[in-house]
């Protein structure tokens, strides 16, 4: 059974950092893309980064510069390296992979920035 295991959130003040993880278990393929969504109360889950096996990257306008995603394909793992963050960034955030051409989510992890 492929699960998404998540690390990482938690509570920084404005223009602090914080880093996720997120590693494949239970699979044998390599994920195609891994990203992350989020989402905050009240609103839609948005895209906030995603990257291809080939380290193509794609991120929402309202993170670029801020945040970085990365991945290790022997570990079948993605990162998300978020620097300088606000308190719109508020919000749960998800991991999402495509796998076998499944697509798989994380359980999500909470990321709270004080003003």
């Known amino acids: 059974q492929v699960q998404l295991v998540e690390s990482g959130g938690g509570l920084v003040q404005a223009g602090g950092s914080l880093s996720l993880s997120c590693a494949v278990s239970?699979?044998?393929?390599?994920?195609?893309?891994m990203g992350w969504y989020r989402q905050a109360p009240g609103k839609q889950r948005e895209l906030v980064a995603d990257?291809?096996?080939?380290?193509?990257?794609n991120y929402a306008n309202s993170v670029k510069g801020r945040f970085t995603i990365s991945r290790d394909n022997t570990k079948n793992t993605v990162y998300l390296q978020m620097n300088s963050l606000k308190p719109e960034d508020t919000a749960v955030y998800y991991c999402?992979?495509?796998?076998?051409?499944?697509?798989?989510w994380g359980q999500g992890t909470q990321v709270t920035v004080s003003s």
């Open positions: 999402y992979a495509e796998v076998n051409l499944n697509n798989y």
């Open positions: 239970g699979s044998i393929f390599r994920a195609n893309v």
């Open positions: 990257i291809t096996r080939g380290a193509n990257t």
